[in-house]
């Protein structure tokens, strides 16, 4: 990400607003791993070129149908390039076609989409949970990240088919296609320390809260995930 900020008037005082500048972007963004300030002088105008090197986990998403997808349009709008994202699909025609609206590289096998990324997503419909994980199991590490989308599959179901794996529960709604997406997330033991790997990949598509209690993952989806629906009946009603 480069920003350039164009100023007027004297060098001394252009300077001192580019660097509380600095200090503010500095401040609110997280995942900055390289800061470089880079100055150069254009007629009356002093120009500065602030670069960022922004550190985002490779992602595999494992079932792209309505939330799956609509995690993976968010992220390929918040700037995760189509490189950093796998997509598991089986269905040839489907997968095609994920391949030309994302670009992202898409693969039949859970166990080969998983390889080598940092946060693997798991977005199966309830049903068919328990052959997604008996398919990934001999493919995850402990160093990577499982993130749960699956509604009303509780942690405990993950961890007795992937002991020893970080587990994170939660589940987005539809307004993450467009940045606007609220959700809680809950952490198991193991996954605590990575909670900051689960929020800044659900941040880049809304609003992300984390719970100590798995239970309220219940009650915060009752809310956020049925109620742009309410809205938008409500809407149409009136």
Not at 146 to 173: D, H, K, Q, W, Y
Not at 211 to 230: F, K
């Amino acid at each position: 990400l480069v920003v350039g900020w164009g100023f007027g008037g004297s060098r001394a005082k252009n300077t001192k607003a580019m660097k509380a500048t600095a200090v503010r972007a500095t401040a609110s963004t997280r995942d900055i791993k390289v800061f470089n300030s880079n100055q150069r002088q254009g007629g009356s105008r002093l120009v500065h070129i602030l670069t960022f090197v922004i550190d985002r986990p490779t992602v595999s998403v494992l079932g792209v149908g309505a939330m799956g997808g609509a995690l993976v349009t968010g992220l390929l709008a918040a700037g995760w390039t189509p490189e950093q994202v796998t997509l598991a699909e089986a269905r040839p025609e489907r997968a095609e076609q994920l391949r030309s609206e994302t670009g992202c590289g898409c693969v039949a096998d859970p166990a080969e989409a998983v390889v080598g990324t940092d946060v693997i997503v798991v977005a199966v419909k309830p049903q068919g949970i328990g052959d997604v994980l008996s398919q990934i199991a001999g493919s995850v590490k402990p160093t990577q990240l499982v993130i749960s989308l699956v509604a009303g599959v509780p942690t405990s179901v993950f961890e007795a088919a992937l002991p020893g794996i970080p587990i994170v529960r939660t589940m987005p709604n539809t307004p993450a296609l467009i940045g606007e997406g609220a959700g809680a997330l809950f952490a198991t033991e193991k996954a605590r320390p990575m909670m900051e790997r689960a929020k800044s990949i659900f941040s880049a598509v809304g609003e992300a809260v984390v719970v100590d209690r798995e239970d309220l993952i219940d009650a915060v989806t009752a809310v956020s995930g049925s109620g742009p629906g309410y809205y938008f009946f409500l809407t149409v009603e009136i």
